[in-house]
């Protein structure tokens, strides 16, 4: 899991700040558009880009099994 490797804390307001900095990196070329999560009515969309990527960012706050992290995106 990818916080193996990340030798800091993270909550769900810090990860989706890494995870946006991430996707504007790797999706500058695309227009990669944030969604602000105080934005009403946003989803739960983080952001997206001008070829019609979506994506949405889920920070677990504990471990969970892969079924229980399928349930809570689902619900999200």
């Given at each position: 899991m990818i916080l193996n490797y990340i030798d800091t804390?993270?909550?769900?307001?810090?990860?989706?700040?890494?995870?946006?900095s991430?996707?504007?990196?790797k999706f500058q070329d695309e227009h990669f558009t944030e969604i602000p999560a105080v934005h009403?009515?946003?989803a739960g969309i983080e952001g997206?880009?001008?070829?019609?990527?979506?994506y949405q960012c889920y920070c677990p706050e504990r471990e969970n099994s892969d079924d229980d992290l399928y349930e809570h995106l689902r619900t999200k």
């Open positions: 804390p993270l909550d769900g307001k810090s990860w989706e700040a890494l995870i946006n991430c996707y504007r990196m009403g009515g946003d997206f880009t001008r070829r019609g990527r979506v």
